[in-house]
Structure formats: C-alpha cells, structure tokens
C-alpha cells in the first residue's frame, strides 16, 4: 500500500511539470492503466519470477542490495534461471537494466507519458489493440 501512495505522489509532482510547460498530462485518464500494469508487474516479478541469465543475476547479487530468490528449475523452456525479487526494488545499476523491474522505470514510464508502458517491456493487450484498430478505422477517411 506504501507503493501506491508513493506512485500518487509521483502523480502528483509529473502532473505540476506537465502544468508548468502549459501540457495535459495524459494519466489523469490513463492512471488506472498505470496503477495496473504496475500491480501485474509487481505480482509476476513477486509470486511467478522472471527468468534471466546467470551473467545477469551474478551482477544483482554483487552490485546490489535486492532480495531475490533463486530457482535452478524453470517452468519455462529455457536454460536461464527463474528469479523472483521478495522486495520489489527501487533501482537497480546493473548493465541490463532492462531485463530487471524497478519502480525506477515505473517513474519513466509515468514521466514519458507511456501508458502503455512498453519502457517496461509490455506490450499492447488484447482489448488495447482492438481499440487502436477501431480509431484507426474511424478516421481513416479525415487525411
């Protein structure tokens, strides 16, 4: 729950640099698409783990202070091993910053007006791809 209330803040202070530079900032409609995105991200990373490569692991253990949990059996059809963060982190500085979640890149996310958060390596769901469809269609005849 702390997370939230620190992700409104974050809300709070991205929404005054969208009002300063005379913008809209976007995730007043898309605040619940963030808020759930981030909720998925944090549940797989926390109960189900992600799989990554042991160079990658060995650089979280010696470079940082994450609790992770270590599985050498996969459920997936790889070779890589399956780690599971018992804390979500706040920031990791290792080279593959990007195969790890942070609340860090939650923050970008937010800051790049991503709602789609794909900095975070989502992609479009189902219902998601269907509405970009259907606005496509609708004003395909406008240009």
């Given at each position: 729950m702390e997370k939230i209330q620190q992700f409104q803040q974050l809300e709070a202070i991205a929404s005054e640099k969208f009002k300063k530079r005379g913008m809209r900032c976007?995730?007043?409609t898309k605040g619940e698409t963030y808020i759930k995105k981030f909720k998925?991200?944090?549940?797989?990373?926390?109960?189900?783990?992600?799989?990554?490569?042991?160079?990658v692991i060995d650089e979280i253990q010696k470079n940082t202070n994450?609790?992770?949990?270590?599985?050498?059996v996969s459920s997936y059809n790889t070779a890589k091993r399956t780690?599971?963060?018992l804390e979500y982190p706040d920031e990791?500085?290792?080279?593959?910053?990007?195969?790890?979640?942070?609340?860090?890149?939650?923050?970008v996310c937010i800051l790049k007006n991503d709602h789609l958060c794909k900095y975070m390596g989502f992609?479009?769901?189902?219902?998601e791809t269907e509405r970009r469809k259907?606005?496509?269609e609708?004003?395909?005849?406008?240009?």
């Open positions: 976007k995730f007043w998925v991200s944090e549940e797989f990373w926390g109960k189900h783990g992600g799989v990554l490569e042991d160079d994450a609790k992770i949990e270590i599985k050498d780690i599971k963060f990791l500085n290792i080279e593959e910053f990007q195969a790890v979640p942070s609340y860090k890149r939650m923050v992609t479009m769901t189902k219902e259907r606005i496509l609708k004003y395909k005849n406008t240009l």
